[in-house]
């Protein structure tokens, strides 16, 4: 690559006018070139020390506790909440402030998993005396496979490139994008070994867009005293008094049992008072309408939305497994969560 000549204080040419100076996208395309080549460089470096990270972490009963100095420590952070965020419990250590009273959050049980693209990081160094005496392993990710923290650790995971992407060879960028995605496909291979489902990632991620996506019917449904729920001989009075205090636009009725026979809505209510002048006197029994439409509760709330707007309906009742009105979910619920 030509060496970027530096301008004389005075009477230095415009930037635009170097020859030497290369058009801000070419730097880019070589940037992202030499990241992407130091990824793909990890992969033959995979062994079975890998295999023995996964299995050490998951076997376990503690937490991943993350740590690393400067650029890595910033890597190690976004490690812990991946690793977090798919079902390996996991935090952030900073390794200065441990030795300084923070050791109390490593605790039996854990396992400790630290970036050093040196390996030589003396405030990781400084850890590793106190790991051997409380028991707590280390996985460690180095560039360099014959530094001290490599040497000591318990699993040593390879993080080598050949060049960072800075022009100057000096600003971590390339060791950097290597250990974020070394530390990604162990968050990912342990999410595989732990049987880790969309189910379990939804519970995890109740308020962001891709966790709401994948709440389930049940996750949503109003159930027991939120149920507008009338039996067959009720009253019309008393059904209608049910719909105004749940306030849903709907009752179910049900037999004795539980089991859903029919239900009113408020515009069937409405077509009533037009044709029925003895609305009042009648039972719910003879008013509704039925069969209701229903959604198993293990359902995504995606396909409750899309069965309420395929047939302009602002409900659906959700049977249990016993056939017995377990819930209701209205499409006000939906709606809050933006599933569209």
Not at 30 to 52: N, S
Not at 258 to 278: A, F, N
């Amino acid at each position: 690559m030509t060496e970027r000549p530096t301008p004389a204080a005075a009477g230095a040419p415009a930037a635009g006018s170097d020859p030497a100076r290369r058009a801000p996208r070419e730097v880019a395309r070589e940037v992202l070139r030499t990241e992407a080549a130091a990824i793909e460089g990890l992969v033959p470096q995979l062994d079975e020390r890998f295999d023995e990270a996964v299995e050490l972490v998951r076997g376990r009963p503690g937490r991943v506790v993350c740590s690393g100095m400067g650029k890595s420590g910033l890597v190690m952070k976004k490690v812990a909440a991946t690793l977090a965020s798919t079902g390996t419990p996991a935090l952030f250590l900073h390794p200065a402030e441990a030795v300084h009273g923070d050791l109390g959050m490593i605790v039996e049980g854990d396992v400790v998993l630290a970036a050093s693209f040196s390996g030589a990081t003396e405030e990781l160094v400084r850890l590793v005396p106190t790991l051997k005496r409380l028991g707590v392993p280390l996985v460690m990710m180095t560039g360099n496979p014959d530094s001290p923290l490599a040497r000591h650790a318990d699993i040593h995971l390879s993080a080598a490139i050949d060049r960072e992407a800075c022009p100057l060879n000096l600003a971590p960028t390339a060791s950097t994008t290597a250990t974020l995605a070394l530390g990604d496909a162990l968050a990912m291979a342990l999410l595989e070994a732990r049987g880790f489902t969309r189910d379990d990632f939804a519970r995890l991620h109740p308020a962001g867009s891709l966790g709401r996506k994948l709440l389930r019917v049940r996750d949503l449904m109003h159930t027991g005293e939120q149920v507008p729920r009338v039996t067959a001989d009720t009253p019309m009075r008393e059904a209608i008094d049910e719909m105004s205090r749940k306030k849903l636009g709907i009752t179910a009725v049900t037999d004795e049992a539980g089991r859903l026979l029919s239900c009113i809505s408020d515009g069937d209510l409405r077509r009533l008072l037009e044709h029925d002048g003895e609305l009042l006197s009648r039972t719910a029994g003879e008013c509704g309408h039925g069969p209701p439409r229903t959604i198993a509760g293990g359902e995504l709330a995606a396909a409750a939305l899309k069965e309420m707007e395929d047939n302009r309906i602002t409900a659906l009742f959700v049977p249990g497994d016993d056939g017995a009105l377990e819930g209701i979910v209205h499409l006000h619920d939906l709606w809050r969560l933006e599933l569209f």
